[in-house]
């Protein structure tokens, strides 16, 4: 796929994925979800790939929906809105940008630059991690645009940020900085807005260099999924399975081995042929 709305730069083993329509401060499009989706399929398959970046182009992280058909914008049914969103129509994970980061086997990042509202936050919600400019700006506005929270949005956030906070912010549906995302848990740091992809980066790079590809695809997965289950007996049955079965591979090996020698770790383990049997459980 060429893209249009995405920017798609690889540089080592960081994939840095911009959404790409500063003109109108990267307003979300059905164009734009599909190409990210397909970006991060393309990331899942390359095993030289280790982290994705996701961030946005110019001053703004993403605008929200664009809204560039007036009143009607949202009116997939009349046509006004099915340029940008589409007809509504579920056509499965194969095209769902939702579904492509939820199942990414790459550690994720958001990397905020500025404005991130509506869809321009509940789009990056299934990031790992969550970093933000101290010129960024969140709002789950939907409420005062007489829609509801969208792309799964009512399960991530209270899983991010607690129920009592998701509730507060989504049913106010007011534009908050970047200080209050740090305070309520929505982002894990703040930084001047001259050093954010720098950060990012770093962040990306302690990944890439010290920790082994199936491990961190594993280790998202059972987080994401079992965190908020209510016991943790199901997941004893996964963890366990894949603890012992990972003991003789060469990524335990190498791990233990540059423990003791001191030295930065060389795993030969890759998400592309060496997933341990039973992943992936859920299907």
């Known amino acids: 796929m060429e893209y249009q709305d995405i920017l798609y730069e690889v540089d080592g083993p960081v994939l840095t994925v911009t959404l790409n329509r500063p003109d109108k401060l990267n307003a979300f ?3 734009m979800g599909r190409e990210l989706a397909d970006a991060l399929h393309r990331a899942d398959e390359d095993d030289s790939i280790r982290v994705v970046i996701l961030t946005g182009a110019g001053r703004g992280f993403c605008a929200g929906a664009d809204i560039s058909a007036g009143a009607g914008s949202f009116d997939t049914k009349s046509g006004e ?5 589409g007809d509504g129509q579920d056509r499965g994970e194969g095209t769902s940008f939702v579904h492509a980061l939820f199942n990414c086997k790459k550690a994720t990042i958001a990397a905020f630059n500025g404005p991130a509202v509506g869809v321009g936050v509940t789009l990056a919600l299934p990031t790992d991690i969550k970093i933000a400019s101290d010129t960024a700006r969140f709002g789950f506005v939907f409420a005062r645009r007489g829609l509801v929270p969208e792309a799964g949005s009512a399960w991530f956030l209270p899983q991010l940020v607690g129920k009592a906070q998701a509730l507060r912010w989504a049913i106010a549906g007011n534009v908050f900085d970047a200080a209050e995302a740090l305070r309520g848990g929505l982002v894990s740091e703040v930084v001047p807005a001259e050093q954010l ?3 990012a980066r770093e962040i990306a790079m302690d990944i890439a260099e010290n920790t082994a590809p199936i491990s961190v695809a594993l280790t998202r997965q059972m987080i994401w999924r079992f965190g908020s289950a209510d016991l943790p007996f199901d997941l004893l049955q996964i963890d366990g399975a ?20 001191k030295r930065a770790p060389h795993f ?5 042929t060496d997933m341990p049997p039973g992943y992936p459980w859920w299907e």
């Open 29 to 31: 499009t059905n164009l």
């Open 81 to 85: 809105g099915a340029k940008n969103f």
């Open 197 to 199: 992809l720098a950060r």
């Open 242 to 261: 894949f603890a012992l079965h990972l003991g003789s591979t060469g990524d335990v090996k190498e791990g233990v081995a540059s423990f003791i020698e």
């Open 268 to 272: 030969p383990g890759k998400v592309s």
